[in-house]
C-alpha cells in the first residue's frame, strides 16, 4: 500500500466470507463511488463457488468505464492465500447455515420463549456463539501467522463473540467490530430535530455527533447534539408523543411489511425507563430486557409492533433469492447497480490509510473507554480512526439500573467464549441456563439445551 | 476500656435500637455466659420505654449472684448521650413499623410479584430502604460526631443498603455488617460430613472451615473444608439426592410449621445450577434469582417447600408476643433465660479487643476481597479480625454467569443509596421498574410504586 | 449565550485572576481575531486595579472599528460578580508573588538541589502547591456555588495540582487544564518532517496528528503522523543527528538568549531512553528525572543547553516590564498590537459552544484514558471538545520503566492535594522528604523544609 | 498423600535444586522436629552429584531412632522424575554461580554504584533475573506438564521475578514465595515491646501479630500488635532513641562481625520517614531508596552500620566451606546437627495438608490484597493458609509517597519479566538505564550494561 496526495493505491484487503452476497455487494458499491483507494480484493469463502462468483461480479463491475482499473478481484482456496500481505481483512461470514438457525430461533419457542433474531443472545445466540467461536480461532490464528499487522474489519455477529475470540488467540490484533445499528437511531434523531427544532429536510445523519456507549446490539446514546443544540429534549419529545402509536418515518406502519423494521416503540419505552437513547433495532433491543416486558408472546411483539423474523422467511429471501441474484448477475442477465449503502466500511479504510479522520462507533475491547463495564470485555463506542490507529473515546458510564443489566450480558458472553473455546458443552449449559431469559426449571432447560445442541450438532464436532 | 491479663474491662457499648428485643435479648445471653469481657451498655431507642424496658431486663440479669457486676445497662434519650466514649456501637433497628413493611411485601402481589422476605431486594426492599436511607444517615453522622474510633456493628436489614449509607455520610467508619445466615449453610455441611464422610455427631458448625463470597443474603461457599476433608463432593452428594424431598436436618417437614424453616430445596437446585453453595435461607436466596425459578406464585413456592412469611404473623409474634414477654421479664412475672444464640457477636467483640483472633464472615465494602464486583460495593466475605482491626480475607471471584447476577444487584443496591441520599423518588422510580423481578409494564410499575410509596409516606417526609 | 448560524453570542466569561497580563492580552488578540463569537468578560483579580486596567486596555481594543462591540470588559470586586451566570471560567492566577517564588526555587540550591522551573514538581513545586490549594478551594467552592455548569479553563501551575484540587472540591466541575507544551514539540516534528520526509515549509503544527499521553509537564506522544506518515522514524533520526549538538530551529543557540528556550538536547535524550517524544520544554521535563542525569549542577545544565531561570530575571521582565506595558496601553503611549498566540483557547470555546469540533490535549482526572495509571489522577491526553462535551481520547500505556516514574510523581501530587487540603505540615514535610530528587538527609531535609516554609508563611496561614 | 487423625503422610516432595546446602539442610531439621507428616522428598539438582549427597545425609539422618522411617530421600535426574505425583514442589536454586553474581555485585562499583547485596533489584538484580528467567521458565512448565495440582514453594531470588515467571508460563500455578525476612523485624518487634511495654523474656516472634505490605524484600508493617497493645508506639520510641547508634538485640556491634547483620538504623531511619516499619534487613531495604540515602559510597554503608556484603566471601563460607561440610556429613566425619531454623516451610506444608491453620507473609500475585499496585504484580502479604488453600489478606495501602515508589519497583520488574521472557537484551536495557538507582549516562549506562551481559553470557545463550 502506499499513500500520497490524498490517494491510497496498491490496497489488499482480504475479504473473509467473501461468498455472502449483501455485505460483499455493498461494499463493492461503496468502493465504486470513491476514488480515493484502490487495490486488490482476495475473496476467500468455505463455498469456493460463491467467492468465485463474487470475482466475476466485482471484475465486471470494475471494468466498467467509470471505475475503471481501481479495484481487482481474485478469489482464493486458502486463508493464507487471502491474508498473505493484506493490509485489511474483513470479516463476513456466516457460521453455519439456515438450518441451524432454524434450531437456534425456534426450538425454544416451545417452551415459551421467543427471539426476535436469535443471533446475538440468549438461547440462540449461544448456540450460535458454539459454532462460531471454533471458526473464529481458526480465523485469528491464521490473521496472526499471516497478516499480523492488518487491520481487520469484523461484520459477522454474534458481534461481540467474534471480535472476543480474535483477541483471545491473538492479543495483538487489530480488530474493530463495526455495526449499522446505530445509525438508524441517528436517523430518527434527524427525524426529531427537523419536527421539533425546525432543522431543514437537508439534514443528515453525518450531521449528528453522539456519544455511543454499551454492548453491540443494547448499544446506547448518552449525548446527543447537532450544531448548538442538545437533541435530548426533541427525543424525549418524540418518545413521549409516539410511546403508543410509534413513529416510522418511512409510513406509519411499515413494520408490518418487512422483518427488519420496527415502529420504535421499544426503543421509546426504553427512553422512557432509562432517560438514555436505545441505538439498535427494536428486535435487537428486546431481546436484552428481561422477556415480560416486551416478548412474553407474539400478540405481545405485535402490540409493541416489531417482527420475530422466522428463519424460513431468511431461507427464502436472504438466501434462495439472493442466490439467483448471484446467478443473474454473474451471467449478465441482470447488471449490477451502485448505490451508497450508508454503511462506514469505507470511510474507516480511508481514515486507516491516513487519508481523513474519522470518529465512529466500533466494538472493541474495553481498555477504558467505558467505565462501570470491566476491562477486556468487548464494548461498543465511539473511536478517533486516524492512520493505523483506533483511539476509543471516553464514554462515561451508564446509569447503574441499566449497567447492572449490560453487566449481567458482558459477563455471560465471556463465559460463552471460555466455554466454547474450551469445548466443554457443561460449561456452556451451565451459562445457558442462567442466561436472563432462561425462566426453566433445570428439567426443561436441560431438554432445551439438548434439543438445540442436536441440532447444531454437524458444528460442535470438537466439543467433547 | 482496658485490656490485660486477657480480660477486657469497662468496654463501653452503645446499643442503638436498644428497645428492639430478639436481638437485645440474645446479647444479654451471649454476655452472661462470656467472662473475660465486662463493663456499661447505653441504650437508646426512639421508642424510650422498649430502650428503658430493656435496662431493666438488663440490670435484673446482672444482678445475678453468677453474672454479678459485670454489665450494667442504661436507656438513654438522645444518639449523643448513647455514642460518646463508646467503644463499640451495635445497630439493630426496625426502620419503620409493620404497618409499612405490609405494603413493601404484599402491595406487589396484586401485580404477581410475590415475596417471602421483602426486606432486602425487590420492590419491598427497595422501599424499606428509602425509608432506612435517612435514619442512617443520622445514625451515621452522630457515629462520626460522637463515636468516631468506635467499631460499629451492624445487624439492620436490608444489610448492605445500611452499610453502604454508613460509609458515604463517614467514609472512616470501622463498621461490620453481621449476618447469621450463612451459619445455617454450615449446619448443612456438618450434616453432610456426618452422612458422608463418617464424622461424629460432636462435629460442630465451628468446626467446619468456608470461603465467604457474595452479597448480604445472597452468599455464596466457594470453599468448605474439615480437617483435610473437600465438602464439596459431600454436599454435591446431598444435593443431588434430596434434590426433590429437600432435606432438613431437624425433621423432614419443619418448613411447613414455621416461616423461617425451608427444606433447602432452592439451595440445591442452585447448586446445580451453578456449583456453588448458597449460604443464606432459601426464602432469601429465593428473591435474587429470576421470579419463575422458584416464587412465580404461591404455588410455586409449596413446591420449593419455603414460606412466603406474612406480614400479619409478625405482628402477632414478633410484636405482640415479644411485647408481652418484655411486661413479663420487667415485672419479673417470667425470669431471662440465659441461654447461647450461636451467633458472633460477643466473639467480634472479644477479638477487637485483642483477647484472641477470629474468622467469620463480615459485610465490608469491597476493597479488593472479591474480584468481579467493582470496588466499594458492600460484599460479604470472612475477615479477619484481631485488636482494632478488620481484614478481609480475598474470597475469589464468582463464575461468570453467577458474578453478572450479583453485579446487577450490586448495581441496583448502590443506586437506591444514591437516590436515597437525594430524597429523590424519581431517581428511586427508575431503580424499581428496572430492578431483576419487576417484568412489569411501566403503567403498571408507576401504580405499584405510588401505592407503595403511599403506604410508605410516613417516613418519606424528606422527599421530593 | 445564544448559537445559531454558525456564530456564539452573549457569551459570559469569568476571567479569574485578570490582572495576569501575558495570558489576559493574549487571549485579548485571540479574540480580536476570531469573529464567530462574541460577550462579556469579567475580570476579577486580588488586586483590583490590575485588573481594572485591563478592562481599560480591553474595552479600549474592542472600541477599534474592525472588532467593534463583539467584547466588552468589566472589573469586579468579588468572585460572585464575576461568576454568576458564567457560561465560562478562565483560570490564571499568580500563587503568591515572585518573592516567595524566590525561596521555592532557591533556596534548595545551597543543598545542591537545582531547578529549573521550580513550579511543578520538586521542592519548589511542593511548597507552591501548598500556596495554591487553599486559593484553589475558594475559586472551587466559588465556582459550584455561582456557576456549576460554567466550564472551567485552568492555565494556573502548579496545573496538576490545580485541576485536582478542583474536583475535590466540586466533584461535578467540569473543568480542564490547558498548557501549550505540547505545541513546541509538534513544531520539533514539523522539522523533522520537512527535513526528512520532503514537506514543504507550509507545513504548520496543527497539521500534525499526535497521540498525548503523561502528566502535565512530563509529557508523551506515543503517536505522530502527518498525512500517511509516521513521524517517529524521521524524529528518531532528528535525535540521533542532534543528540550532542541540540537542535533549535531558530538558530543554533537561541538557548542561550533565553531562559525559556532549549536546545531539546534532553527531550532528545529521552527519546533515546524511552522510545517515546517528550512533549514539553526541556526546562520542565529535566525535573521529572532523576538529578544527576541533566540538573546535578549549573555545570551539567549548561552542557545540556538549557537554563536554570533565575527569579530575579522573572521580577525584572515579567512583573516590572509588564507593569509598565501596561500603564502605557491604559495611559494610550503604546497601542495595544493584535497578533494570534497559537493557544487554543478561543478553539476550546468555539467547540464548547458547538461551532465546531475540536481534538487537542487538556488535563483532566483519569478516567480511563490512561491506563497504567490510577484512576482519579490528573492526567493530559488528547480529548474530544464538542457542544458541552470534553471526552477524553484512549492514549494506551507508558512504557513500564517510565510508567513507574509517572506513577511515583502521580503518588506524589496526590499527596500534596490531601496535605495542603488538611493544612498539614507534616504530611507535607512527609512527602517533602521522599521525592523524587530529595536526596538528603533527614536533617537537611527538616532544615531546608523549614526554610521554605518559612520564606512562603505570609501564604500559609491556615496550617497548623 | 493421605490425612487422617491430625497426621499426614505419603507426602510427596519434589525439592528442586537440592544441592544447595544450606535451605535443605535446614529443612531437614525442620522436618526431623514435626512428627505430624512424612513422606519422599525426590531431589533435583543440576548438578546430580550435590543431590547425591544430600540424598546419603537426609537418609542418614532419618534412620536414627528418634526420627526413624518418617522421611526417604531420593536424587533424581530430571525434573520430570522429581515432579510426577508431587504435593510439593520446593524451589530453592542458585542462578548461575558466585561468578556471574561477581560481575553482578561488583562491576557497577566502577560507576559509584554500590550494592549490598544485588540479587534483589538494581543492576546486579536485573542482571540475575535475565538468568533466572529463562530457567524458571522450564521449571513452570514442567510443574504444569507433571504436577499441575501440587503446591509450590520458591525461596529462590529475585523472589518476585522467580514468582511473575511462573505464573507467566502457568497461569494456575498453585504456587507461594516465602520469605524470612519479616521475621527479623517481628523479633525487633518483642524486643521492643519488652523494652518499653513490660512483656517479659518469653515472648517470642510468633507471638506478636503484624500486618505485612510490599514487595519482597521491601516489604513493610502497617500493623503490629500483642495481646491488646498497639506495638508502633513502641517501635518508634525504639527507632527515635536509637536512630543514631543503631539497635541489635545481640550486642551492639554484632554488624561489624557478620554480613548478614545490621543495626537496623536504615529501618529506623525508614520509620522516621515513612511512618510504617520496614520489614526486611537493612541490606536489602537500601537497595530500593535513592542511593544518596544509604550507599552513596562505602564511607556511608559504615555511618549507617552494615554491610556490602562481597561475592567472595560467599565464595568461602557460602561455598567452599559448605562443601566441606556436605563432603563430611556424607562421609559421616560430622553429624548432621538437628536445630529448629525458625523457617515457616514445615508449619506451611501442615497447613496445606488441612492439619491447622496458619497466617503467614507469602509473595503472590496480587489479585486485590494490596491496593494502590497494580493487579497482577507479585506482592507480599499475610494470607491464610488452610487445606489446599491459600487466600491473601487485605492488607491495605501504603502511603502515597512510598507507594509510588513501590509502584515504579513493581514496574520495572513486570518489564525485567516481559524483556527476559522476549530474550530481548535491548528492552532490558531499556529497564536497566531507567531504574531507581542508575543515574548514569547513556553513554555510561551502555558500557556497564554490557560489561555485565557479558560476565553472565554463559546464561544468556537464547537472547538476542
Same mark, same amino acid.
Given at each position: 500500500?502506499?499513500?500520497?496526495?490524498?490517494?491510497?493505491?496498491?490496497?489488499?484487503?482480504?475479504?473473509?466470507?467473501?461468498?455472502?452476497?449483501?455485505?460483499?455487494? *455493498?461494499?463493492?458499491?461503496?468502493?465504486? +463511488?470513491?476514488?480515493?483507494?484502490?487495490?486488490?480484493?482476495? +475473496?476467500?469463502?468455505?463455498?469456493?463457488?460463491?467467492?468465485?462468483?463474487?470475482?466475476?461480479?466485482?471484475?465486471? %463491475?470494475?471494468?466498467?468505464?467509470?471505475?475503471?482499473?481501481?479495484?481487482?478481484?481474485?478469489?482464493?482456496?486458502?486463508?493464507?492465500?487471502?491474508?498473505?500481505?493484506?493490509?485489511?481483512?474483513?470479516?463476513?461470514?456466516?457460521?453455519?447455515?439456515?438450518?441451524?438457525?432454524?434450531?437456534?430461533?425456534?426450538?425454544?419457542?416451545?417452551?415459551?420463549? #421467543?427471539?426476535?433474531?436469535?443471533?446475538?443472545?440468549?438461547?440462540?445466540? %449461544?448456540?450460535?456463539?458454539?459454532?462460531?467461536?471454533?471458526?473464529?480461532?481458526?480465523?485469528?490464528?491464521?490473521?496472526?501467522?499471516?497478516?499480523?499487522?492488518?487491520?481487520?474489519?469484523?461484520?459477522?455477529?454474534?458481534?461481540?463473540?467474534?471480535?472476543?475470540?480474535?483477541?483471545?488467540?491473538?492479543?495483538?490484533?487489530?480488530?474493530?467490530?463495526?455495526?449499522?445499528?446505530?445509525?438508524?437511531?441517528?436517523?430518527?434523531?434527524?427525524?426529531?430535530?427537523?419536527?421539533?427544532? *425546525?432543522?431543514?429536510?437537508?439534514?443528515?445523519?453525518?450531521?449528528?455527533?453522539?456519544?455511543?456507549?454499551?454492548?453491540?446490539?443494547?448499544?446506547?446514546? =448518552? #449525548?446527543?447534539?447537532?450544531?448548538?443544540?442538545?437533541?435530548?429534549?426533541?427525543?424525549?419529545?418524540?418518545?413521549?408523543?409516539?410511546?403508543?402509536?410509534?413513529?416510522?418515518?418511512?409510513?406509519?406502519?411499515?413494520?408490518?411489511?418487512?422483518?427488519?423494521?420496527?415502529?420504535?416503540?421499544?426503543?421509546?419505552?426504553?427512553? =422512557?425507563?432509562?432517560?438514555?437513547?436505545?441505538?439498535?433495532?427494536?428486535?435487537? %433491543?428486546?431481546?436484552?430486557?428481561?422477556?415480560?416486558? #416486551?416478548?412474553?408472546?407474539?400478540?405481545?411483539?405485535?402490540?409493541?409492533?416489531?417482527?420475530?423474523?422466522?428463519?424460513?422467511?431468511?431461507?427464502?429471501?436472504? %438466501?434462495?433469492?439472493?442466490?439467483?441474484?448471484?446467478?443473474?448477475?454473474?451471467?449478465?442477465?441482470?447488471?449490477?447497480?451502485?448505490?451508497?449503502?450508508?454503511?462506514?466500511?469505507?470511510?474507516?479504510?480511508?481514515?486507516?490509510?491516513?487519508?481523513?479522520?474519522?470518529?465512529?462507533?466500533?466494538?472493541?475491547? =474495553?481498555?477504558?473507554?467505558?467505565?462501570?463495564?470491566?476491562?477486556?470485555?468487548?464494548?461498543?463506542?465511539?473511536?478517533?480512526?486516524?492512520?493505523?490507529?483506533?483511539?476509543?473515546?471516553?464514554?462515561?458510564?451508564?446509569?447503574?439500573?441499566?449497567?447492572?443489566?449490560?453487566?449481567?450480558?458482558?459477563?455471560?458472553?465471556?463465559?460463552?467464549?471460555?466455554?466454547?473455546?474450551?469445548?466443554?458443552?457443561?460449561?456452556? #449449559?451451565?451459562?445457558?441456563?442462567?442466561? =436472563?431469559?432462561?425462566?426453566?426449571?433445570?428439567?426443561?432447560?436441560?431438554?432445551?439445551?439438548?434439543?438445540?445442541?442436536?441440532?447444531?450438532?454437524?458444528?460442535?464436532?470438537?466439543?467433547?
Amino acid at each position: 500500500m502506499k499513500v500520497s496526495n490524498n490517494q491510497a493505491n496498491g490496497i489488499h484487503i482480504a475479504y473473509i466470507g467473501g461468498g455472502s452476497r449483501g455485505w460483499a455487494w *455493498g461494499l463493492m458499491s461503496d468502493f465504486a +463511488l470513491e476514488k480515493s483507494i484502490s487495490g486488490k480484493i482476495y +475473496l476467500y469463502d468455505i463455498d469456493f463457488d460463491a467467492a468465485k462468483a463474487n470475482e466475476i461480479i466485482g471484475n465486471k %463491475l470494475f471494468s466498467r468505464e467509470e471505475y475503471k482499473d481501481r479495484w481487482q478481484f481474485e478469489a482464493v482456496d486458502s486463508l493464507e492465500k487471502a491474508l498473505t500481505g493484506a493490509d485489511f481483512v474483513v470479516l463476513s461470514i456466516l457460521p453455519g447455515t439456515f438450518d441451524e438457525m432454524e434450531y437456534d430461533v425456534h426450538a425454544p419457542e416451545k417452551y415459551g420463549i #421467543y427471539q426476535s433474531v436469535g443471533d446475538t443472545i440468549g438461547p440462540g445466540g %449461544l448456540i450460535r456463539a458454539l459454532r462460531t467461536v471454533p471458526m473464529y480461532e481458526v480465523i485469528g490464528r491464521a490473521i496472526r501467522d499471516y497478516a499480523p499487522r492488518a487491520w481487520v474489519i469484523n461484520y459477522t455477529n454474534p458481534m461481540t463473540i467474534c471480535v472476543k475470540t480474535l483477541y483471545e488467540v491473538f492479543p495483538d490484533i487489530k480488530v474493530i467490530g463495526c455495526c449499522h445499528e446505530v445509525f438508524g437511531t441517528e436517523k430518527l434523531l434527524v427525524e426529531a430535530a427537523k419536527k421539533y427544532l *425546525g432543522y431543514p429536510d437537508t439534514l443528515r445523519r453525518e450531521d449528528i455527533e453522539v456519544s455511543v456507549i454499551g454492548i453491540n446490539h443494547f448499544t446506547w446514546l =448518552n #449525548y446527543a447534539s447537532v450544531n448548538g443544540d442538545d437533541l435530548f429534549p426533541a427525543y424525549a419529545r418524540l418518545a413521549s408523543e409516539y410511546a403508543e402509536s410509534g413513529f416510522n418515518p418511512a409510513g406509519e406502519d411499515n413494520w408490518l411489511n418487512s422483518y427488519f423494521e420496527c415502529s420504535n416503540r421499544v426503543k421509546f419505552d426504553l427512553f =422512557n425507563r432509562f432517560g438514555l437513547i436505545a441505538a439498535a433495532g427494536d428486535r435487537h %433491543l428486546a431481546e436484552f430486557v428481561p422477556g415480560d416486558w #416486551y416478548m412474553k408472546d407474539p400478540e405481545t411483539v405485535k402490540q409493541w409492533k416489531y417482527s420475530l423474523t422466522p428463519v424460513s422467511w431468511r431461507k427464502e429471501f436472504q %438466501l434462495r433469492k439472493k442466490k439467483e441474484e448471484s446467478r443473474m448477475l454473474v451471467s449478465g442477465e441482470k447488471e449490477f447497480e451502485v448505490k451508497p449503502t450508508g454503511e462506514d466500511g469505507v470511510k474507516i479504510i480511508r481514515a486507516l490509510c491516513g487519508l481523513e479522520d474519522l470518529i465512529t462507533n466500533v466494538n472493541v475491547r =474495553n481498555q477504558g473507554q467505558v467505565s462501570g463495564i470491566p476491562l477486556g470485555c468487548v464494548v461498543e463506542t465511539n473511536a478517533l480512526i486516524r492512520r493505523d490507529s483506533v483511539s476509543p473515546i471516553y464514554a462515561g458510564q451508564l446509569p447503574p439500573e441499566l449497567n447492572g443489566m449490560v453487566n449481567r450480558h458482558a459477563n455471560v458472553q465471556n463465559a460463552i467464549v471460555k466455554a466454547a473455546m474450551a469445548r466443554d458443552l457443561e460449561m456452556a #449449559y451451565r451459562v445457558f441456563i442462567n442466561e =436472563n431469559r432462561m425462566n426453566l426449571s433445570l428439567k426443561d432447560s436441560r431438554e432445551l439445551f439438548d434439543t438445540m445442541v442436536e441440532g447444531t450438532r454437524a458444528y460442535l464436532g470438537e466439543y467433547k
